[in-house]
């Protein structure tokens, strides 16, 4: 299950790929003041107790960078697909940001967990993740 961003509870260790565990590192340097301070203390929190893997090792039900996920909203009852895309990526409402708090928090997630995370205007939102599709690797 993942923490809530707003209250972190970090005891289990999550699976990253090595690809996105040194991007998303490099990323992160020198990002204070140019995020909320919670998600990016949620994310290097995050790369702190993350098993780094190789890509051809992360299973398809791992959310990593480029993997569209389908959530269910349980406040809205209502299922959506999301791509966790990097800064910049973002073209499309579906695309979502890793540097943001519902990215961060889906970010090394799989299939059944349930994840909390704050909106930009401090509501708390509740999903589930229902399934994942790997990246396209082309």
């Not at 919670?38 to 090792?57: E, G, M, W």
């Not at 039900?61 to 895309?85: F, H, M, N, P, Y």
């Not at 519902?102 to 994840?115: H, R, S």
């Amino acid at each position: 299950m993942s923490p809530n961003i707003e209250t972190p509870i970090l005891t289990e260790s999550i699976v990253l790929c090595r690809n996105d565990y040194f991007r998303l590192t490099d990323a992160l340097d020198g990002k204070s003041g140019q995020m909320p301070a919670k998600v990016l203390d949620y994310l290097l929190d995050t790369l702190d107790r993350a098993r780094v893997l190789d890509p051809d090792l992360i299973p398809d039900c791992i959310v990593r960078l480029g993997s569209t996920v389908t959530v269910l909203d349980r406040e809205a009852a209502s299922e959506r697909q999301i791509t966790l895309v990097w800064p910049g990526e973002e073209q499309y409402p579906q695309r979502i940001s890793v540097l943001t708090a519902l990215g961060a928090a889906l970010l090394g997630t799989t299939e059944g967990d349930a994840v909390t995370y704050n909106t930009p205007d401090g509501r708390l939102r509740h999903l589930s993740v229902l399934a994942v599709k790997k990246p396209n690797t082309t």
